[in-house]
Nanobody, 125 residues
């Protein structure tokens, strides 16, 4: 069982930056692939970014590539999402998720086994 707790959300103006953090419980964090997803009101949950257990490979959605960076610190059981050049359309609840196949990059929510409670990101224009 893995428990995930996100933090770092908030209100920011367009063009600004935020860094989200997600701390995981357990001693096998480095074996899990991690992902960030987001869900805006009235929309389906969508993929944002993912990385493998070692952090050696990453994947990004087209809408955030070049602006967001996913990373992890396995010594701290933490995955990060650095978000730069934020746009109003980035407004959503952001969720981190863990999946047990740490060497594969998954972009579909159903591939993930564990989810955090989410953190709100609001970008004003």
């Amino acid at each position: 069982q893995v428990q995930l707790v996100e933090s770092g959300g908030g209100l920011v103006q367009a063009g600004g930056s935020l860094r989200l953090s997600c701390v995981a419980s357990g001693r096998t964090f480095s074996t899990y692939g991690m992902g960030w997803f987001r869900q805006a009101p009235g929309k389906e949950r969508e993929f944002v970014a993912a990385l493998t257990g070692t952090g050696g490979r990453t994947s990004y959605s087209v809408s955030v590539k070049g602006r967001f960076t996913i990373s992890r610190d396995n010594a701290k059981n933490t995955v990060y999402l650095q978000m730069n050049s934020l746009k109003p359309e980035d407004t959503a609840v952001y969720y981190c998720a863990a999946q047990s196949s740490g060497v594969v990059l998954f972009t579909l929510p159903f591939r993930y086994d564990y989810w955090g409670q989410g953190t709100q990101v609001t970008v004003s224009s």
